[in-house]
């Protein structure tokens, strides 16, 4: 009788993602994965910057991650008064398309949804849910590691995407949002424009894992 729950060691090689160890349940692959924990700073139509930050430790499971969520933004107005606000919850991720290349691009896309709680600094807090739908082209790209062996140099993932995406009103980004996101290595941005608002937003900063 096999044993149901085994760790096992792994090397990443050309297509595969850098993730250097599994757990074994039932015959499934589970991996630890930082899901895109960033650092952005984005901002609207008639509105300062605002600093942002998202940790999201979780689990993969071939094309599904789960993951807890935690992120958060501040801004600065004219008169130097700083207002903030977190988000605490979870997500989940599906990723389709064809099989990820490490030199060319390929057809990407996800379907993703958060649910949490988010506070802001005057102690309000609302719950609420987003969903998100992404689809474009991309390559995996990888660190050191390809098909050549480790003594590779490191090849740049990249992505673009159009997106569409809708919070909830309780949620932490509220609204229904199209646009077109894109990824070079560590960096990041995107552009989007608020349905109801009529306001265009961006979106630049750096994320992790860069072969994503």
Known sequence: MGTPFKMKGFSGFGN???KQTYVDIGGKEVYAS???SSVN??????TKPMSSYTLAPGISVGKFN???KYKGGFKTDKTGKSTSKTFTGGGAKFSFGSRPGTYSGTFKGSISGDYGTTKSTTG???TGYSGRLDLGVGRSGSLGCTSKGCGSSDIAGYHLKAFGEHGSKGSYNPGTRV???GRYGVFTGEGSYNLK????????GITYPINK
């Open 124 to 126: 309000k807090k609302t």
């Open 41 to 46: 700073i984005s901002g609207k139509k008639g």
């Open 16 to 18: 595969s993602p850098m």
């Open 179 to 181: 646009g077109i996101s």
């Open 66 to 68: 789960l993951s807890g």
């Open 34 to 36: 930082p899901s895109g």
């Open 197 to 204: 608002t009529k306001k265009p937003g961006f979106n630049i």
